[in-house]
C-alpha cells in the first residue's frame, strides 16, 4: 500500500483524541453522507413521475457510478421543472409568451401549449425562458447553467470522470435550491 505520510499523524491525531475523548471521525465521509441522506429524503418526498430518477441516482451514488447520479439527478431537476409549470395556472401560456418573445424568429420554432412541448427546448434555452416567464430568476438560472455544463461533461463521451466531491455538490446544489423549491418564484 503507499502511502502519502500522512498515517503516522493520523494516528498521532487518534492518540490524541482518545487520551481526551474527542471522537474520531473522517470528515471525508460527512459530506458524502450529507448529500445521500439528502437524496434519500428528497426521493421520499418527491412526486411519483421523478421519484423513479432520484431513487436511481441513490443506487448510482451508493455503488460509486457518480456519472450515472449527476444524470438521474439532472432529470429528477428538468422533471420537476416541468412538473412546477404545468402545476401553476396559466403556467405554459406563461412559458410560450416568453418563447415568441425570445425565439419566435428562429429556425427551430416550436409553439409551447403543454408539458410534451418542452421536450423540444435546449436546457439551456428552456432555463433563459424559465427565467423570462418569472418561475425563477437569474440566480437560479446561473446555478441551473452551472450545472448543465457538468450534467454534459458526464451525459457525453468526453472522457471526463466526475469525483464524489463533485457529486455530492452537483446533488446537494439542485436538492437544496430547485428541486426543494427554493429558488422557484411559482407556487
Excluded at 23 to 47: C, G, K, M, T
Aim: contains cysteine.
Amino acid at each position: 500500500m503507499v502511502t502519502d505520510g500522512w498515517e503516522p499523524n493520523l494516528d498521532r491525531l487518534r492518540e490524541f483524541q482518545e487520551a481526551y475523548r474527542l471522537p474520531v471521525s473522517d470528515i471525508a465521509r460527512q459530506a458524502p453522507a450529507q448529500a445521500l441522506h439528502s437524496l434519500r429524503e428528497s426521493a421520499q418526498r418527491a412526486p411519483t413521475n421523478y421519484r423513479q430518477y432520484l431513487e436511481e441516482a441513490i443506487d448510482c451514488y451508493e455503488a460509486n457510478a457518480y456519472r450515472g447520479a449527476v444524470l438521474m439527478v439532472w432529470a429528477a431537476t428538468i422533471e420537476h421543472l416541468y412538473s412546477v409549470i404545468d402545476g401553476h395556472r396559466g403556467g405554459f401560456k406563461a412559458m410560450q409568451a416568453a418563447n415568441k418573445t425570445r425565439f419566435e424568429t428562429a429556425h427551430n420554432y416550436r409553439k409551447i401549449a403543454k408539458k410534451n412541448d418542452l421536450l423540444y427546448v435546449n436546457d439551456a434555452n428552456f432555463f433563459l425562458l424559465c427565467e423570462d416567464a418569472g418561475v425563477f430568476n437569474k440566480n437560479a438560472r446561473s446555478i441551473l447553467d452551472d450545472a448543465l455544463r457538468t450534467r454534459n461533461r458526464c451525459g457525453h463521451p468526453t472522457g471526463y470522470t466526475v469525483g464524489r466531491e463533485e457529486a455530492v455538490i452537483f446533488i446537494e446544489r439542485l436538492i437544496n435550491n430547485v428541486i426543494s423549491g427554493a429558488m422557484i418564484d411559482w407556487d
